[in-house]
């Protein structure tokens, strides 16, 4: 949904195992950086990149999302409560240039409009739903 490819700089913040930055790496060629509070789970997220043979295209950072420099990105990839995205929303738009894109999934951003919705049911049959914005430059609400 984020159109990823090579050229990105993908993060993901609260990237647990870290299989979104991973995927970003192995399945489109792209750079990515995941950050997480757990040290543990970004040492498991090491360790999988480096069982997926990325490890040179990925970083793995602990720390507190809401201090994130998250600048070079050019996709943001969220799966934090309502209330994060929320909290994260200013940060995210003085930080990243106009056209990069975020994507969250089943929360979105107070009363900032998704640019894109797409609900699905995964493997399980539970209902999904992602939702994309793409920074204008714009300060919003």
């Known amino acids: 949904m984020a159109g990823v490819g090579p050229r990105d700089v993908v993060y993901d913040l609260g990237c647990g195992d870290g299989r979104i ?3 970003a790496a192995r399945q489109f060629g792209a750079r990515g950086v995941g950050i997480d509070l757990d040290p543990n789970l970004i040492r498991s997220a090491r360790e ?11 970083e793995f950072r602990v720390g507190n999302v809401l201090e994130a420099d998250v600048s070079e990105a ?20 003085r930080q990243l240039a106009p056209g990069s894109r ?7 951003m107070g ?5 894109a919705v797409e ?3 995964d ?3 539970a209902s999904r ?8 430059g714009r300060v919003k609400r």
């Open 21 to 23: 930055v991973i995927a």
């Open 48 to 58: 999988a990149a480096a069982r997926e043979g990325v490890s040179e295209r990925v």
């Open 74 to 93: 050019s996709v943001v990839a969220l799966y934090l409560s309502a209330a994060s995205n929320v909290r994260l929303k200013p940060q995210l738009i």
């Open 102 to 108: 975020i994507v969250a999934h089943n929360f979105g």
């Open 111 to 115: 009363d900032w409009e998704p640019d």
């Open 119 to 121: 609900t699905f049911r």
């Open 123 to 125: 493997g399980t049959g």
């Open 129 to 136: 739903t992602i939702y994309r914005w793409t920074v204008d």
